[in-house]
C-alpha cells in the first residue's frame, strides 16, 4: 500500500512536466508566466499577425477550450505560422487554471 502511495504521488507529480520545451517557474499559490511552444530561435521572425487561444479548468473537475495551434492561427487570419508561445495562470493550488497558446506569422 505505501509503495502505491508513493507512486501516486511521484506519478502525479510528473504530469504536466512535458508541456513545452521550458517551462519557467509555477507558484502554488498563483502563477502567471508565459514561454515558447518551440526551440527553433534562429532567425526567428514573428510575421505580422497574433492569434490565440485556451483552454480552462476549474476545480480541476472541468476543463474546456481548444488551445490548439490550429485554432490560434484562425483566429489571427493566419496561414503561415512562424513562432508559438504559451501562457499559463494557475489560481490557489489549481482552483482555476488558464492556458493559452500564441501563434505570430502571416
Do not use: W
Amino acid at each position: 500500500m505505501k509503495k502505491l502511495l508513493i507512486s501516486a504521488i511521484i506519478a502525479l507529480g510528473l504530469t504536466g512536466c512535458t508541456t513545452a520545451p521550458f517551462q519557467p517557474s509555477e507558484g502554488i499559490m498563483y502563477t502567471d508566466t508565459k514561454a515558447p511552444l518551440q526551440i527553433e530561435y534562429n532567425n526567428t521572425d514573428l510575421g505580422h499577425k497574433v492569434g490565440s487561444a485556451y483552454t480552462i479548468s476549474v476545480l480541476g473537475l472541468v476543463a474546456a477550450g481548444d488551445c490548439s495551434i490550429q485554432a490560434a492561427a484562425r483566429d489571427g487570419n493566419i496561414k503561415t505560422i512562424k513562432h508559438a508561445d504559451y501562457e499559463f495562470t494557475n489560481v490557489l493550488f489549481g482552483i482555476f487554471t488558464k492556458t493559452t497558446v500564441y501563434v505570430y506569422g502571416d
